[in-house]
């Protein structure tokens, strides 16, 4: 499964784009996923949403195989 | 005429057509807002801000709040551009315009509207300091759905 | 660069020009004000709006209240421009902009000056109404001085 | 002297300039003298300000005679 990065997030992972190994589980299991693959973006993790086919998505909520993800961290825009 | 006008641009807002759009002939009321680039905050010195956004997000979000404002402000009509890529100082980032009848309420709608799009929606801002340094924005505030 | 710009026309409002007079290094908040002539309100048609003034003391009315908005609410830079003679339905009898480092400010100081100046500058309107009958109107208020 | 009128002011008195017997005396004076002179004037008198050389005027200010004097009716600018 692909997860988008951007911003901090793409800068700490040093790539736009992290490809995780998945078949199903929550959020919350994607996001410990994630910080297996990449410790670097673990602060940032932490802070940040989780969108799911550009919806934000709870820590409880299920994430399919083929969904479309992205790391959303602290907004600054304006 | 819809009431609401959102957009992501990565060239310069053309802020007259962003005022312009909000025209109607029973609003007496408009208020442009313009958040551009700083080149100057105290004595620190940014040469310039770089945006980027997840867009398909961003574009849903600033046409949801829009539209909220547009209700809770009785508005009659409202425009939203934001602009990504690089803004150079003293060039606007952001350009939302708001119309209605009375100006309490075009005033009102502009300010929480410029409030929530810093708030809500999933856009970030990179700062390159007078040295060339770069930095992303991600206040300590959490993103709130 | 002078604060404080403001004038009566009797022509069109430029008021990208009004917008861009704030424009300042310094000043990351921008807003711009048109107070345009309602062709509906309600069910009521106005054909126009003519304005009139008390041109020396409506100058020097606008500059005091213009320095103090700056003063006030820590503006960059404030401009204001009033129309006088007729204004057709759509375009603009009075334009306020204001600059300041963040958007309260520049909010704030915009309002409070566009409160001011309805209530403080010797300017009249005339209203007409759609079978042709014109109206001054003057509100039950006293002009405070 | 030379009294500006404006607005409803000037509608009312079918004019836009009355020209006052004056020698000297108060804002009040004034007041007196412009309803004697054209009593159309008197309502919107009663609610506007005169101002004299350009600023505001008390009532209980005086008045010389080569003043340059403005009624000033509520406004409705904006």
Redesign the interface.
């Known amino acids: 499964m692909h997860v ?1 990065l ?3 997030m793409a ?1 700490a992972a040093g790539r736009r784009r992290l490809d995780v190994a998945w078949q199903e589980g929550t959020v919350a299991d994607l996001r410990a996923a994630l910080a297996r693959q990449c410790p670097a973006v673990v602060p ?1 993790l932490g ?3 989780i ?1 799911v086919d ?1 919806r ?1 998505a709870a820590d409880t909520a299920a994430v399919s195989a083929g969904a479309d993800v ?1 790391v ?7 | 005429m819809t009431a609401v006008r959102c957009g992501l641009v990565h060239d310069p807002i053309d802020t007259a057509a962003v005022l312009a759009d909000v025209g109607r002939a029973g609003a007496g009321a408009n208020v442009l807002f313009l958040g551009t680039t700083r080149g100057l905050t105290g004595d620190v010195v940014t040469r310039g801000l770089e945006y980027e956004a997840h867009e398909p997000l961003a574009e849903a979000r600033m046409r949801g709040l829009a539209e909220e404002a547009v209700k809770t402000f009785g508005l009659t009509a409202c425009a939203v551009v934001h602009r990504l890529g690089s803004v150079p100082v003293g060039e606007a980032s952001v350009a939302v315009a708001t119309s209605a009848p009375h100006r309490r309420e075009a005033f009102a709608g502009a300010e929480w509207l410029m409030e929530r799009i810093k708030r809500a929606v999933p856009i970030w801002k990179c700062e390159e300091a007078e040295d060339g340094s770069r930095t992303w924005v991600h206040p300590d505030a959490e993103p709130g759905p």
């Open positions: 988008s951007f911003a901090g800068e940032l802070r940040s949403a969108a550009g934000y992205a959303i961290p602290p907004v600054s825009g304006g």
